[in-house]
């Protein structure tokens, strides 16, 4: 019977707790030393068996630490340390308290030792004591060790099982890519004509021997039409792709020089190779650098029959002779069609694929990283990619957010192509953008807007004539700095993203430092419209929501709602710009050259975005192969 979801920890607790307890158990009714209980310092001194109990906690220790090293990401393996470190000195000071070793029994056990020669004497001397009491005694010793037992049996089955569950652990991904079976019927069309291509190019040996009487030279052998009618392209479910021909047709010529007993004749022979049929699997993985590769391929081809019509003088003569050359040209068309078509897919596609960056300059500024995080997963409806989908600054690449958002989710197939987005792979953006110090701007006396001017002027009038009368006609400055990463929220209504900055009022003194009047906090919140064009990802802000206050006092905060209109003007003319300038640039979306996204439709879930579209190529399969080479 299943065990439903949420009683699977329980259940798998019990097996684990079963098993190693058994296990232990076993161990201990077998060592003579087990017949009488001692007193011992740790766990594996005080288990029978120590040596397993070692041996299995390096089993989960390494899992956890090492093991999981594949599958953990950043912080994860130090936390499975962490959870690994505190069950063991749990697992021992139990075990010290239940042998009567731990702290608060220390004082009593050293009376005890004091004692312990009259407690000998005493017993020696003792008689009263009976067969059946002794008898007691050593039943109620074995139970009260095998409920001390069960108590770290239990501590080491908690730690294998959380052990266990670490390990399954695996990093979300921040872009998720599907290709579904409509977007193969476009690509089907590209690859057969690559593969009628391939198959024209194959170079096929000359022929010549001597049967009997009958000598034959078969020379110049082309390959002069293909008629691959009954060609598809599937989805092979947990291998990658498939492509098959089926009832085809070859179209061949080649020379001939046949010498029969004193009768030489050349000539042309026009031969067609009916039912073919090619069955190609190409394995698709994750490479050691996250890119998309083909590893295998397995291909099987074969000819069902062949026919050969002569011409010149003798052609009448020696069409008898055709079965015996149609066999072996058939033999070796078979031989050349599957070394190429894995020439063709080993090494042409996959130096295509190599074109697509991992990690790539955004701008001056950013980078992203579109590594694989595992292999494909193929079913036979499409196949999506998990792209770890993380920007990072180009200054300081080994700094990066760590992804705890949302992994994006996609349920359709209707279109070529979905391309799910989640929250981290916009926050990991603006994160490497606050890094660069993007996220900061002076704005000066002459970029403001007049009102703007006279309004600050008038709300510090005070403050300058306090500092310097003679600063009434000095600029005024304004800075902006962002306090912290701007955060995307996405939600089934739409984007958004909030900035928390400061505000800082500067009066600028000809040839002096600036003097500061006040600071005050900024909380804006942008409305983001994601778009897709080609396949550059972009995003278009506009400012929805702007709150000021001063961090000084009440009284303050109230005096700055004047400025509440005039700087969210200003900033709308200057700030929004500045981000938009940087987003609206676009962002390359993992595809080959000459492969774009057409027809797109964009859909907002709780975490995530979704883009559906269709594929178009405005380059032929063999030009991007070509391209890339």
Known sequence: MAVPPLRQPRALFGVFYSFIYRFFYALRRGRPEAQKPVR?????????????????????????????????????????????????????????????????????????????QAVENWSQTSSSNTKEEEEEEEVGGEEEEKEEFRMVVYLWSLLLLVTMVTCNWVEPAGVRIRITDNGLEMLKYETQKFVEEELSNISIPEMEGKEGRFQYNITDVKIVELNLTHADLLFEPDLGLLFQVKDSSITLSFKRQLLYWFFYDTGTINASADGVNIHTALKLIRDEL??????????????????????????????????????????????????????????????????????????????????????????????????????YELANQNESLDNVAVAPEISEYDRMVYLALSEFFFDSGMFSYYKAGIFQMDIANDGMPKDMLMLLRATYLGPIMLLNPALMEAPLSLRVVATAPPKTSIRTSGATVAVAAIVTVMVLPPGKPPIQLSSMTMETKFNAKVSMKGKRLSV???????????????????????????LKTMLQIT???????????????????????VEEVVEYHNGYIVIGANLHFSLGLRDMIGNSM
């Open 540 to 566: 278009q802000n506009d400012l929805r929501r702007f709150k000021i206050f001063s961090n000084q006092s009440a009284l303050e905060s109230l005096a700055l709602i004047p400025l509440q209109g005039p």
């Open 40 to 116: 011992h310092t740790s766990v594996s001194e005080w288990v029978p068996g120590g040596a397993a109990v070692s041996y299995l906690a390096g089993i989960s220790g390494g899992c956890a630490v090492g093991g999981c090293g594949l599958c953990w990401y950043r912080r994860s393996s130090s936390l499975s340390s962490r959870l690994l470190r505190h069950l063991v000195q749990g697992a021992e000071a139990t075990a010290l308290r239940l042998r009567g070793t731990g702290p608060e029994v220390r004082s009593v056990n050293s009376s005890v030792k004091l004692n312990q």
């Open 575 to 597: 700030m929004v710009p500045l981000i938009n300038n940087w987003t609206k640039r676009g962002v390359p979306i993992p595809l080959p050259d000459g492969m774009d996204f």
């Open 290 to 391: 996250g890119r998309l590769q083909i590893s295998n391929i397995t291909c099987d081809a074969n000819i069902a029959k062949m026919r050969a019509d002569f011409s010149g003088t003798l052609g009448r003569v020696y069409r008898f002779l055709s079965t015996f050359l149609t066999t072996g040209m058939r033999f070796l068309l078979n031989q050349q069609i599957c070394p190429a078509l894995n020439d063709a897919a080993l090494i042409h596609i996959n130096s295509m694929l190599k074109t697509i960056p991992v990690r790539s300059a955004v701008d001056s500024y950013i980078g992203i990283d579109y590594s694989l995080l595992r292999d494909p997963e193929v079913t036979s409806r499409g196949m999506d990619m998990h792209f770890r989908g993380m920007f």
